[in-house]
């Protein structure tokens, strides 16, 4: 019998609950008690949804993040939590986000803990903090409590926890010292935790050790040998789980580890799932990672089972089927969604669909095909219909890609040629200031834009309001004497949703929210077609905006890489191809643009650096396609026109050529923070154009001063000739509010003006 299980279940909720209750929590609006309550409601739904499962994950439902919990799990609390008083969810609020409540007294404050992304996925965790001193004690309350609750249900409980070497491999030494030397005592914490989930009669747990898809250093491997070495006589069964990527050197390592069971990724690894079977030793699970856990399509059953039947024979009773990694990454249920074209909705599968799925495959092995006939023939007819829609495929779109050159991504002359005649036309000082685009975007603007949707505000109110907003805006630019205008942005509420409701190939949910941190969640769009834009999208706000000022107004548009990268992408042809044809409609608007005496185009790519794959190897490949695409958006103008990018980092050091090949005439990058440090890659590189480093951290309320950002500036001019250099905030000012955004602009300005002086 094929069994099934799941790797992970998103604990967000269907409509957002556990958002809503953290967040009430937070501001004091419901008690401890409550919260707890709604996350044990949600739970009991959450393990009703996988009632079907052999096996369904318990531990995976978090408060807040996965990795934290696995830190407060070890014992791993950072000091400057240890002695906090209130009780022990109020300290891990304060680790992961520096307080538990809102209005939290100044003494119980702490700093939060780091957080970055979970691999590729747009998911962040608490980093673990380690230093010589870290000593690990099991403090597996938690996680107990959620056994035996669960077991208390009925649920076929499978614990799932984050293995000891990707764990110690995610944190960050603290003092320098090397995190290997904290191996052994993690490795014993594991032990005793084997040992306490065996009394509570837990045949299998799920140990996730997702950096097997990354390259491993040698000393990494041995860890991973030593590791598993040590653990080989526990008591419980041990399923070995990477997902997100294909195991290539660490194959056979993966295969060799005394565990009694191994998940792949059969989707990403799929070419790799016949040498695991001929590796992995006959007495061992293997779980294949079958339905994609990454994305948001139906899986082809028929061509799945096709493939798994052949599997079944070489494997047997020792084959397991799952999801790819775990749902954490998809939204919860399709079923909420009322407004999506039935046609679209018809080829999705949210988590719930994707365990259904996952059910008719293994019926299908374990009692013949003939026991799912109709499930199979109404997802091959989805699948058909998909393959034909006259929405996915658009052959003027299709032309247009095949006829792809190189010369699309070229400007006409050279930076140095065009730098000339911009500057000549623009005539800007030294140091010239500009902001990265948004303006604050206050309440009566969301208020504005929900009444628009709902139909309350008919276009022309909604428009008549917004041009407001612009003249406000454009007015306390140039009051307070910025160089380059931006219209302000408050028509967007989002920089990819914006466009993609825009565009032809692009649907939207009403609940697909996918958690990004915390209580924090991301509804990415999702690109079903090929891409075409029936209108201009930002002509006429911008060109309004132009229209009430004689400066410069900038354009702004968002770039086809992030565009990409923030979505949910069709899976029939290869991203770069999708791409593409983003890179052409975004060409289009900005020749328009251009068409209407806008002379400044900026293109956004926050969203570049996060396209990167896990293993560097596949850098190259991802930053070819990547920059070309950005390079056809932007590189069709004119030499007289000045094309900015902007992005939300600057650690550049590993992909500085390839920002450079995007031949932007300015980019404006996220640096204040790091004290200009993170500008140390230009000592070595020349970077070879205009760079404005973000001189004001717009994440923060402060307001800075006026010698800090002529402080940073100097260090910036030791390393990027002043006549390059532009003056800007590090981001967008949306979240901030207009008393400090005014504070902080007229301060930057005064800062410019002293550089000049200089
Ligand atoms: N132009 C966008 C803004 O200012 C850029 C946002 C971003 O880089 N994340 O809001
Ligand atoms: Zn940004």
Request: charged fraction near 25%; proline fraction near 4%; aromatic fraction near 8%.
């Amino acid at each position: 019998m094929v069994v099934t299980h799941n790797l992970g279940f998103p604990s967000i909720g269907k409509q957002r609950e556990l958002k809503f209750a953290l967040e009430k929590y937070w501001s004091r609006n419901i008690s401890q008690e409550e919260l707890l309550q709604t996350a044990g409601m949600l739970r009991k739904q959450f393990w009703k949804n996988q009632d079907k499962l052999d096996l369904v994950p318990v531990g995976d439902f978090s408060f807040y993040d996965q990795v934290l919990d696995m830190s407060f799990l070890l014992g791993n609390i950072p000091k400057r939590a240890e002695n906090l008083s209130y009780n022990d969810l109020d300290n891990y609020f304060r680790v992961a986000r520096g307080r538990s409540y809102v209005d939290e007294s100044d003494c119980t404050c702490i700093q939060a803990g780091e957080m970055t992304k979970w691999f590729d996925t747009n998911y962040h965790y608490i980093v673990p903090e380690f230093n010589k001193n870290t000593n690990f004690k099991l403090q597996a309350q938690r996680l107990i409590a959620q056994i035996t609750e669960a077991q208390k249900q009925g649920v076929k409980v499978k614990p799932v926890i984050i293995g000891p070497v990707t764990y110690l491999w995610l944190g960050k030494s603290k003092d320098e010292s090397n995190k290997l030397d904290l191996l052994d005592s993690l490795v014993e914490v594991y032990a005793q935790l084997f040992k306490e989930l065996s009394k509570l009669e837990i045949k299998w747990v799920q140990v996730d050790e997702p950096i097997l898809v990354t390259e491993l250093e040698s000393n990494w491997q041995v860890a991973f040998k030593d590791t598993y070495d040590t653990l080989a006589n526990s008591q419980v069964k041990l399923l070995l789980a990477s997902y997100f990527g294909t195991l290539q050197d660490n194959l056979g390592l993966a295969c060799s580890l005394p565990v009694d069971g191994l998940h792949i990724d059969a989707i990403n690894a799929r070419n790799e799932v016949q040498a695991v079977i001929d590796n992995l030793p006959d007495d061992k699970v293997l779980s294949l990672g079958i339905v994609d856990g990454r994305n948001i399509w139906k899986t082809d059953l028929n061509v799945t089972l096709l493939w798994l039947k052949e599997i079944y024979q070489q494997l047997q009773n020792r084959m397991w089927l799952a999801p790819s990694c775990s749902l954490l990454h998809v939204p919860m249920d399709l079923d909420s969604e009322q407004e999506l074209d039935v046609d679209i909705k018809s080829w999705l599968a949210f988590a719930v669909q994707k365990l259904e799925e996952l059910n008719i495959l293994a019926q299908a092995l374990n009692k013949g095909q003939a026991s799912v006939v109709k499930q199979i023939v109404s997802n091959a007819d989805a699948i058909n219909a998909r393959k034909h829609s006259p929405f996915v495929h658009n052959s003027t779109v299709q032309e247009r890609i095949a006829q792809v050159n190189d010369e699309l991504g070229n400007r006409q002359s050279e930076y140095k040629s065009r730098a000339k005649l911009q500057s000549k036309k623009f005539k800007l000082p030294l140091y010239p200031t500009t902001t990265i685009g948004s303006f604050p975007q206050t309440l009566e603007i969301r208020q504005a834009r929900r009444d628009y949707k709902s139909g309350k505000l008919s276009t022309k109110k909604y428009t008549q309001a917004m041009q407001i907003e612009i003249q406000h805006c454009v007015q306390i630019q140039e009051s307070l004497g910025l160089d380059v205008l931006v219209h302000g942005e408050p028509e967007r509420n989002d920089m990819v949703e914006y466009f993609g409701q825009q565009l032809n190939g692009y649907a939207f949910s009403q609940f697909g929210w996918v958690r990004s941190y915390g209580s924090r969640c991301v509804k990415p769009p999702i690109i079903f077609g090929d891409i075409s834009r029936p209108n201009s999208m930002t002509v006429d706000w911008t060109a309004y905006a132009q229209s009430l000022t004689k400066k410069l107004m900038k354009g702004m548009l968002t770039g086809p890489v992030t565009m990409l990268n923030w979505s949910f992408v069709r899976d029939d042809q290869p991203r770069s191809v999708t791409c593409l044809q983003l890179s052409f409609v975004i060409r289009d608007e900005v020749l328009d643009l251009e068409k209407s005496n806008i002379n400044i185009i900026q293109i956004d790519e926050a969203a570049l650096r996060e396209g990167l794959p896990l293993r560097k190897s596949q850098w190259k490949t991802y930053l070819d396609w990547a920059i070309k695409a950005y390079r056809i958006s932007a590189n069709g103008v004119s030499d007289e026109t000045q094309i900015h990018t902007h992005m939300c980092y600057s650690e550049f050091n590993d992909i500085i050529k390839a920002i450079a090949q995007m031949d932007a005439d300015v980019i404006t990058i996220e640096t204040s923070r790091s004290d200009m440090e993170l500008l140390d890659v230009f000592d070595e590189f020349d970077y070879p154009n205009e760079i404005g480093p973000g001189v004001y951290d717009i994440h923060s309320p402060n307001v800075p001063s006026v010698d800090s950002m002529v402080e940073l500036m100097q260090k910036a001019a030791q390393r990027i000739p002043a006549k390059r250099l532009w003056v800007n905030p590090d981001c967008g000012l949306k979240t901030r509010n207009w008393h400090e955004v005014r504070l902080a602009l007229s301060n930057m300005i005064l800062a410019s003006k002293q550089l000049r002086q200089e």
